[in-house]
């Protein structure tokens, strides 16, 4: 159970407070869900920016040179990074990350990492619940950063206000098909590490596929960015806030806010759903005993699943 | 609706009847899961071989390799490649794809691309109801390919009978974060492009992580490939042989079809819980109209998630 008075203390500004909180928020707790409830009306003022692109292509050096110029313009600062942590590496404390700590002593600067293997009620939810505290507690800028390029990452950046992606010169074959499923959901392109060789050769690959994307799509702009050593960061920072100008007069912005709220929605009912399946199923040895007979093949799945929630409607009949 | 009988003609291996089933199986028509209820007593005997890796590793190279192999020993092949395919770039039809095709005329071999990009329902499932009409239809090995290594498509192979995960020399840091977050789930590692400069470091490195797997952690083999000319894939058809053999005996590969069943049960569930859902507010303006007052921040998510719930469970009391 949260002490009394977390969610006023996230409000005051309090990073201990926050950070329990977030402890909390990954737990899944009834302390962390009642506090977020408090927190939820003071939300919406941050600016979410989603940083995704080809692995290797240096998209935490450009967080981190973000946060250097959002802090220099007086900005609070936030970072999520959602991160394939695996149990044995121990997290990616690795070259670049190792970078960004350098803001670690900074107060108005807050970075938080977001395993996504093994967390519970999804990966929106999760992120959601994130951004709401850094928001609450007054960041101006919210930066998600995804080290993986899978669906649920994708769409987490897609949902944010400004959607950056970072690409680099000369990938292969294999590297350009990510970038094709990624490209789609850029509202700002960046070709980073462009001192390198084939950086015009990139840039025309980026145009000639950006025509290919629906006629009413607004403009992309493709910035080139040497991150390493601070090279058109002021253009990307810029390019993000035309972009958001644009954005909210065409009122996109507005959309993405209903469509991040409805994932957000749906992942937490389906949390709370099968949390009821599990209990109308506990009787017959819960959703793990369903799962046994369908792998045995006694019991198909479809049939299996139908079965779980009419179980789970006649519940709503019995008394509360 | 599917034609009387389409069930009949996949289970007598009709290649035209089974490609139309999974056209049905992308719609999520009603008629597919009649279909596929029928075929479900007859899967569970093809080997599903899960491969994930670096993007750039070769994966498909790899792919395309082992179709070769497993062909020359007589076996069917079905391969469903995991994509994140874009509207507008048509899907992955690059380089290492375009030479998987040279196995497309052959009748032992079915390819099957499965966007992961606005699909409904989930990855899991999706895959799930592919691998069952291939396996179905007698295919005797399923390879399922990701080309990105999100958490989603990191499960999926990891819910396979084998999970190879390929790699190469040289990859930098961010690569690295990537790999850690997939190494864990891998039984059979490649080291492909091995006769690049590195392969020896890059062992080095795999063995040294390994070692900080847990003491549990059965062997992982790691073979070398150099899958462009096919050098290796004999002795890695030899290690994922080996590697089930094991698991066969360990009864993990048991314990892998349970997890597989309960993945696809939540998912198909949530599916329908959520058309509940739907129906259940469709006189407030359904799901659409509660986000938008989230988003307006006139109601919380989490209170808004809950009153759902209420009115979806409420409506098992009413009359069916």
């Given amino acids: 159970m949260a002490e009394a008075g977390l969610a006023a203390r996230v409000l005051a500004g309090e990073v201990r407070a926050a950070a329990r909180l977030m ?8 302390a962390a869900e009642h506090e977020l409830r408090q927190l939820y009306p003071h939300t919406g003022r941050a600016r979410i920016i989603g940083i995704t692109g080809n692995p290797g292509a240096g998209k935490s050096t450009v967080v981190d040179q973000l946060i250097e110029r959002y802090r220099a313009a007086g900005k609070k600062v936030g970072v999520v990074c959602i991160d394939p942590t695996s149990p044995f590496s121990g997290g990616a404390i690795l070259g670049d990350r190792i970078r960004m700590q350098r803001h670690a002593t900074d107060p108005g600067v807050f970075i938080r990492s977001l395993a996504t293997r093994g967390h519970l009620g999804g990966l929106s939810r999760s992120t959601s619940d994130i951004v709401a505290v850094l928001d609450a507690m007054g960041m101006d800028v919210v930066i998600v ?15 944010s206000h400004t959607a950056v992606v970072v690409t680099v010169p000369g990938m292969g074959d294999d590297i350009q098909a990510i970038k094709a499923g990624i490209l789609e959901i850029a509202d700002v392109l960046v070709i980073n590490k462009a001192d390198r060789e084939g950086a015009d050769r990139a840039e025309r690959d980026l145009i000639a596929m950006l025509h290919l994307r629906s006629m009413d799509a607004p403009e992309v702009e493709i910035i080139r960015t040497v991150a390493s050593s601070g090279g058109g960061i002021p253009e990307l920072v810029a390019a993000i806030a035309r972009f958001e100008a644009r954005a909210t007069a065409a009122r996109v912005l507005e959309a993405r806010g209903r469509a991040r709220a409805r994932a957000q929605l749906v992942e937490l009912m389906t949390a709370k759903l099968l949390e009821a399946a599990e209990a109308a199923l506990a009787g017959q040895g819960g959703l793990d005993a369903l799962a046994a007979r369908v792998a045995q093949r006694t019991q198909d799945p479809y049939g299996a699943a139908d079965e779980v929630v009419r179980a789970l409607l006649a519940r709503g009949s019995g008394p509360a």
Avoid: I, K, N, P
């Fill in 23 to 30: 402890r909390e928020v990954d737990d899944h707790t009834a």
């Fill in 145 to 159: 950063e995804t080290v993986g390029v899978g669906q649920d990452e994708v769409e987490v950046v897609s949902l």
